[in-house]
């Protein structure tokens, strides 16, 4: 991910993007989502770090508070009807109304701007840092602490068994898997390393089958397993000479084949040495789709993929300096086609999809002065 010292976001209410470039919205519907419902809102309450598009970023709802700096909020949409919950500095909040307002309901002594969320089915979120200790769980209003599997470190992912909520699995730095059956409580490890003495930036973990992990590493690429751990290959397509720094790797949630990775191929310089990959057979090998002559690539520009169309990836680059505000960013591997949205804020670090319109996005917005 970019650091959050690159990143920020400026205060918008009611705001509408300066010199964009037209996107096509993301209409189609995701599966249905049982009592879900779109938001029923024009004004987001709360403190000013959520708020929601309908139309890919050309118009982003207001919010009742002027955002502070420096935060750098997540968020992410649970199973639970019109539920979501975002973390923000020492706060963790959630919304019961699709993301017209949200309610503190617990928080930390970490900073949580290097955390990040994932979701189980039911109803529960847990927020895990890629550099701290302790991951927290979150159920209903109520907010518990767990111990992570490394006790000197953070994870770079997490994911929760989508057919059973207590088992869990993270990926440590090092690139060991490892497995919890109580939902936390206890962690072993399984597998084995996805490299020797290597160093992680990201992980990702199949939300369909947590078997299957992509890695991205500094310098060596990345791996991928589909087998828990047991075996490891190294992905193709990501260096020219074998060396590449893969800052950032998603999976699509329309299509597990899919996969996303961003980076530096240390065998080009210039703004082309920056890539986004796209594999088609889940991470074995990768093409490039986009480089930095096309778009602002940088150390980790956040990515989220369209959970209905495998084609579509939306990621962002954003910046306070010379107040130049943010762009997100829609591409459409179908057509290779590039659009953006500019906003005044300073960075967006989450995008969360409504479960029954992926048409509707809820953005977690920065501002850094």
């Known amino acids: 991910m970019t650091s959050p010292r690159l990143r920020a976001g400026a205060l918008l209410l009611a705001v509408t993007t300066a010199s964009a470039v037209s996107l096509s919205a993301s ?32 118009v982003l709802a207001g919010t009742s ?24 500095k020492t706060s963790i909040q959630r919304s019961t109304d699709a993301g017209c307002s949200w309610q503190q309901i617990g928080s930390t002594e970490q900073d949580l701007a290097a955390y990040d969320l994932t979701a189980g089915p039911d109803g529960t979120a847990y927020a895990y840092g890629v550099n701290d200790q302790p991951i927290y769980r979150v159920q209903g209003d109520q907010v ?51 490299g020797k003495e290597q ?28 087998d828990g751990g047991r075996s490891w290959a190294p992905s ?70 369209s959970p209905v169309d495998p084609d579509v990836l939306y990621f962002e680059f954003g910046t306070s300096f010379a107040g130049y505000g943010t762009d997100l960013y829609r591409y459409d591997a179908s057509t290779d086609r590039l659009t953006l949205q500019h906003n005044n804020y300073h960075g967006i670090t989450s995008v969360a999809f409504n479960p029954i319109d992926a048409g509707v996005m809820y953005l977690g917005v920065v501002r850094e002065r």
């Not at 995701?30 to 708020?51: E, F, I, L, R, Y």
């Not at 992410?76 to 975002?86: C, E, F, G």
């Open 27 to 58: 209409a189609s519907a995701a599966p249905a989502a049982a009592g879900w419902k779109h938001p029923q809102c024009g004004v987001v309450t709360g403190d000013g770090s959520a708020t929601f598009t309908r139309n890919d970023g050309a």
């Open 65 to 88: 508070t002027a955002l502070a700096p420096v935060t750098y909020p997540k968020l992410i949409a649970l199973s639970t009807p019109n539920t979501l919950v975002a973390i923000s």
């Open 144 to 194: 518990s602490i767990l111990s992570g599997p490394v006790g000197y470190d953070g994870v770079v992912g997490l994911a929760v068994d989508p057919a059973n909520p207590r088992s869990l699995r993270a990926v440590s730095k090092a690139g060991q898997l490892y497995d919890s059956a109580d939902g936390g409580a206890t962690w072993a490890p399984v597998g084995m390393l996805s």
């Open 199 to 226: 160093f992680l930036y990201k992980a990702a973990i199949d939300p369909a089958d947590r078997d299957h992990v992509i890695t991205g590493t500094m310098s060596d690429g990345s791996f991928v397993t589909f």
């Open 236 to 305: 193709a397509g990501v260096s020219s000479i074998g060396r590449s720094n893969n800052f950032n790797v998603v999976i699509s949630p329309a299509d597990p084949r899919i996969v996303w990775l961003e980076g530096y191929d240390e065998g080009e310089s210039g703004n082309g040495a920056r890539h986004i990959w796209r594999s088609t057979d889940g991470g074995r090998n990768f093409v490039s789709m986009l480089d930095g002559n096309r778009a602002t690539l940088t150390n980790g520009n956040p990515m989220w993929p």
